[in-house]
Structure formats: C-alpha cells, structure tokens
C-alpha cells in the first residue's frame, strides 16, 4: 500500500512496518520528534487493522476505588490523602458490599479495583474485599491490584511477591491492571515519586504475576517531566517482559492531569501530542495485542479519532471513577453501553463488547 508522508523520514520505518520488522529506539526517537501526525496515525492504523480489522472492543466494567489514604505522596496525584485529612476515605467491607449492590441489575462484567497504600488495613482486608466481590459478582472477572499496591502487601503480610499473589489469586482475583510504573526511568522516580517502587522491581512483580498465570496490563504515564527518551526506554522495557512472558494483555497510554496536584503549573497534554503516544504504542509494542484509547483521559472524543491512529480498544463503560475525575478531568464519570457503541460505530467501526480477556460478549 503507498502512502505519501510529508516527513521523508517516515518511508523507512514504513517499510519496516510493512515487512513486520520490530522497531528500535532511533526509530521511536523518530516517532516522537516527526510533525507528521498524520503520517505517523497512518502507519499506526496500517498495523491495527491487520490485526483487528474494523472491531473497537469495550468491556462492561465498573471503578472500585477502595481508599485515598496513602504512603506514598507522589507528586503527580490528586487522589491520595493522609489519614484523618478532609474528603479522606476507606471503604469497609460493608461499603463496597453496598456499592456493588447499587448496580447489581447492571451486567458488569469487570470490576477494576486500585487504592491507595493505608497503612491501617491489614492484609485480611484485601481478602475479604476480593471474596465479597466474587461473592456478590461470581460471574465477573476482578481486575485489582498494582504492582504497587502487591508491593505493599507483600511487606503488610510477610509473604513473598509470589505467595501474596497466590493467596489473592485463591480469593478469586481474575487480573491485574497496569499502574504504578509511571515512566520507567530513576531520574524521573526520584523526582516525582520517591516512595514508590522503581522500575525494576515493578517489572520484577510483573513477571511473577505473569507466571503465576495471572494476566496483567501496561501503563505509561506522560505528558509531566519525562523526555521522548524516556518514553521510549519504558516502551521497550515492556516490550522485552512480554517477549519473555506474554502476559500483558493491552497497553494503556495515560495522559497526565496536573490539576490538585503539586504539579499544577504544567500544562495539560494536547490532542496531538495524545494521539501520537497511542500511535508510536501501536508501532513499537509489536508483542501487546491491544492498544486502549483511555476515554477518562483523553475525553470520549478524541478517543474516538485515536481510533484511527492504532488504538482498537476504549476500555469500558467505567461507572464512577475517581482518580482521573479527581486531577481535573472533564470526562464523564461513566459512559452506557449506548453511549460506547454509538462512539465507535460513528467513527465508522463494530462496535464489540468483550470480557476482561477478550473473549466476545
């Protein structure tokens, strides 16, 4: 197929693309540093679509946001608070019982379950958290837990990385996201998020979960103070896990929100710089089946032109999530099955509704 670019720099890896080369760190540095967006979307698509044709999967899903209170104080975040502080909160196991009821005649099919790290809660807690959900929702996959937050545990419980996830994993656990790493790089760690695991560890964890037969996701956080450099280091960090284990399961590009956070002076990320992170994803990750275009982060509109720049995937219909909203994001705090399918059908895709590990609905 031709295609004409206006960066002449964009023919090489366009042969690399069509021949099904893997691309490499200049090429990514080229990626990043071409004005051609459209060029760049172009390429992007050419690979999602011999993968998935037209389909745009999104999953009937719901937020469970169990605890603000945390150890950590990454600059970034506008979510965490110390104990005691105003519009702190945890759930006892009884609230999240109620919240699961609330929308108990939704078919939700997956529940997404992150926190902060209170150091009040014991590990019983988190199982008795995983065993009411599978409770209340036995047909519904439970998607829960960072690496960060299996970190803590770890440390809380005594056990090691893998028995932690074991014994989650016998309460009824399904998955686990993809947060915590952030950007892969110590310069930026020790910047921005001291407290929290560095990136050997996080990738370290990863492959444990992934060998205990737990799928997982992938996550980068930008648009703050990494560089392009960076950027890429953390794409073909997560490129060389799932050589080794295949077990992530779609990767998720997460533009910052700098509003209540100590980082408020930065700007908010824009539409091109969004659309160009899920297209160069979709370009270096050749391993990672699925690319999300998260709508809670780039607004259900733009996620639907990051459908034509190599994302295949929306995530889901959300219901109440509280991180993101709490940052400055003017997404919706939750999308209807409707409201998703008429997104991607109006963009001129199918619209597919799936489970947590891509089996059709």
């Known amino acids: ?160 990385i893998k028995e932690t996830i074991l014994k989650l994993k016998d309460a009824g656990l399904s998955m686990m996201p993809g947060g915590g790493a952030e950007i892969m790089s110590d310069r930026v760690r020790k910047k921005l998020f001291p407290r929290k695991i560095d990136s050997r560890k996080w990738l370290e964890i990863m492959e444990i979960i992934h060998e205990s037969g737990l799928t997982s996701n992938a996550t980068m956080l930008y648009g703050h103070i990494e560089t392009i450099e960076e950027r890429i280091n953390h794409l073909i960090g997560l490129r060389k896990l799932q050589d080794k284990t295949s077990g992530f399961s779609a990767f998720i590009p997460l533009a910052f929100h700098s509003k209540n956070t100590k980082l408020s002076q930065i700007p908010a990320t824009t539409a091109f710089d969004d659309l160009k992170n899920v297209a160069i994803a979709r370009l270096m990750l050749d391993n990672f089946e699925h690319i999300k275009a998260y709508w809670v982060m780039i607004g259900e509109k733009l ?25 400055g994001a003017k997404s919706a705090k939750g999308l209807t099955r409707m409201n998703i399918e008429y997104l991607v059908s109006s963009a001129g895709f199918t619209p597919v509704e799936r489970d947590s590990f891509y089996n059709l609905v």
């Open 303 to 327: 996620a639907q032109v990051a459908l034509f720049f190599g994302a295949d995937d929306l995530d889901g219909t959300i219901i109440e999530e509280k991180i993101t909203h709490m940052a």
């Open 1 to 160: 197929m031709n295609i004409s670019f206006s960066d002449k720099k964009l023919y090489e890896i366009n042969e690399k693309v069509t021949d099904g080369q893997r691309l490499n760190f200049t090429d990514g540095l080229i990626l990043y540093k071409s004005h051609d967006l459209v060029g760049v979307g172009r390429l992007a698509d050419l690979v999602r679509r011999k993968r998935h044709g037209k389909k745009a999967y999104y999953v009937y899903n719901q937020h469970l946001n169990y605890t603000n209170i945390c150890i950590n104080h990454c600059l970034f975040c506008a979510y965490s608070r110390n104990k005691g502080e105003k519009d702190a909160f945890t759930f006892s196991i009884e609230d999240v019982r109620a919240r699961l009821l609330e929308r108990i005649d939704e078919p939700v099919r997956e529940l997404h379950v992150v926190g902060g790290l209170n150091p009040s809660l014991p590990f019983e807690y988190y199982i008795d958290l995983i065993k009411t959900i599978k409770e209340i929702r036995p047909e519904a996959a439970i998607k829960a837990f960072t690496a960060v937050e299996i970190d803590h545990l770890s440390g809380i419980s005594g056990f090691s």
